[in-house]
């Protein structure tokens, strides 16, 4: 098994609440600045609810690369990855032409 060392995994646990603690901080000017102009629509459930929403949002756009890599070779111990790109934040992976 190979230990991870201390200090990556403590980079790794602060770089990830650096992100929660800034998109919350984004959420809450977001909904000082909505609040004037606060439009509910009666009658109509919300599409995410909560931590869902801000989760998608503020965090899963900026890592989906890290969690979801498609294989490109047989398992083993050492395999390939896909190397992709996107042009509009995250928002959308394309695969890179070199593969």
């Known amino acids: 098994m190979i230990a991870i060392p201390y200090l990556t995994a403590l980079s790794t ?7 929660f603690a800034f998109g919350q901080f984004r959420d809450f000017f977001r909904k000082l600045i909505d609040w004037s102009k606060a439009n509910t629509l009666q009658g109509y459930a919300p599409i995410c609810l909560g ?14 690369d890290c ?3 498609p294989i490109s070779s047989a398992p083993d111990a050492w395999f390939d990855v896909v190397e992709r790109y996107s042009n509009d934040n995250n928002k959308t992976l394309k695969y890179n032409s070199l593969v």
């Open 13 to 19: 646990y602060f770089s990830y609440g650096l992100l």
């Open 51 to 64: 931590l869902e929403d801000f989760y998608i949002r503020r965090l899963y756009l900026r890592i989906q």
């Open 67 to 69: 969690f979801g890599r």
